[in-house]
């Protein structure tokens, strides 16, 4: 048996372990293939198969209706800040953005730079993105209106996703994604990066509204072009393919698990232990405000920047590791995706009661 230590990475992240079994299972002979998956032709019928049944599952289980496809691409969550402007922003049309952190501002800089027509509705940026802006009014102009659902580095996630009548609600989940049940049907367009809650970098998961394809224009880089893709099922060029299968092995993990709902209750179980003890003593003080909390990835610091590094350096010890906060937060973050066990949050917890008895 590997020795595996506790892994709290934000991304690329750890993975459920029968996942990997599987993978190392199926490494030499995918299936009696008698060769890899990654070794396989991406026209072949079995990887063709695989495509199918994936971009079917990631749909099903969240519940996406029929108007729905699931794409697989590639170039992460970076390539859709481009992508989503180039695609979905019309002439005479503004695409609206709530700033929500440094992912939010990167989703926006890139429409900057595209010269496409854009404002900034809401931001939580002069508290240092402690929250979730809740005043904001969308405008009956706008092409889409663009938000993170959860801020990786600053630990703050939507708790209710916003009403946005006719205007196409677009979401980055790159690192919530399928962690708690939400209607899809809200969106018009979600997309994740796969590393942190469904599978290894190198693929990113677009599912979208089908109208919206047709606002798709034809002198945008193929590799960009959602309707190009929709239509060859994500094989128009050669795709991750050992991504796609990872995805694959995940969704079945997850419909194993019993679905989104007992994933959601083991997220909620797992974020609770931790932030109980946050809120148990001063000597933590978490950065997120309590209602704009994360199931994801949660961020504090502690009274000093000495007893923050000894605190990384000694959790890291205890083989508690990954724990080092963004620097644009400092302190501590913890990322709990949804593979993270809950013993592995309890060992975290007993190890900040220990250290906070010791340093106190
Ligand atoms: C919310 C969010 N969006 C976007 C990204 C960027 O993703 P990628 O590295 O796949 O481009 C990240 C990466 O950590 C993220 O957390």
């Not at 992508?83 to 952190?101: P, Q, S």
């Not at 994933?263 to 003593?281: G, I, M, P, S």
């Not at 920047?305 to 990384?312: D, G, S």
Request: aromatic share 10%; proline share 3%.
């Amino acid at each position: 048996m590997a020795h595996r230590i506790i892994n709290f990475s934000a991304g690329p992240a750890t993975l459920p372990l029968s996942v990997l079994q599987t993978i190392q299972e199926d490494m030499l002979d995918y299936h009696g293939e008698g060769m890899s998956l990654i070794e396989m032709s991406h026209r072949s019928k079995t990887f063709d198969a695989l495509v199918v049944e994936t971009e079917a599952l990631v749909r099903e289980l969240m519940g996406f209706s029929e108007d729905y496809q699931t794409l697989f691409l590639q170039g992460g969550a970076t390539g859709q800040f481009a992508a989503v402007a180039l695609n979905l922003i019309r002439e005479g049309k503004t695409a609206e953005y709530i700033d929500t952190g440094a992912w939010s501002n990167k989703a926006i800089k890139e429409a900057e730079k595209l010269g496409k027509s854009y404002r900034v509705i809401a931001s939580s940026k002069e508290s240092n993105h402690n929250h979730i802006p809740g005043n904001f009014k969308v405008g009956n102009d706008a092409a889409y209106l663009h938000i993170t659902s959860n801020n990786t580095i600053f630990g703050t996630q939507w708790q209710e996703f916003p009403d946005t009548g006719d205007i196409p609600l677009v979401a980055d989940m790159s690192s919530d994604f399928y962690c708690k049940r939400f209607d899809p049907n809200k969106f018009a367009l979600i997309y994740a990066g796969a590393q942190k809650n469904a599978g290894p970098s190198g693929v990113v998961i677009v599912v979208i509204r089908k109208d919206l394809l047709e606002r798709s224009p034809v002198n945008i880089p193929t590799i960009l072009n959602y309707k190009i893709y929709a239509e060859k099922n994500s094989l128009y060029n050669t795709p991750n393919t050992f991504g796609i299968y990872v995805v694959n092995l995940v969704m079945h993990w997850i419909k194993d698990m019993g679905g989104i709902d007992a994933v959601e209750k083991h997220n909620r179980q797992k974020a609770q232990l931790l932030y109980d003890e946050l809120d148990r003593t001063d000597f933590w003080r978490p950065h997120a405000r309590k209602d704009c909390r994360s199931l994801m990835n949660v961020t504090w610091r502690l009274p000093n920047e000495e007893l923050e590094k000894k605190f990384v350096a000694e959790a890291l010890e205890q083989e508690l590791s990954g724990l080092k906060g963004h620097r644009s937060v400092g302190g501590i973050r913890a990322s709990i995706y949804n593979a993270m066990s809950k013993e592995g949050v309890q060992r975290l917890v007993d190890f900040m009661q220990e250290f906070e008895r010791k340093n106190g």
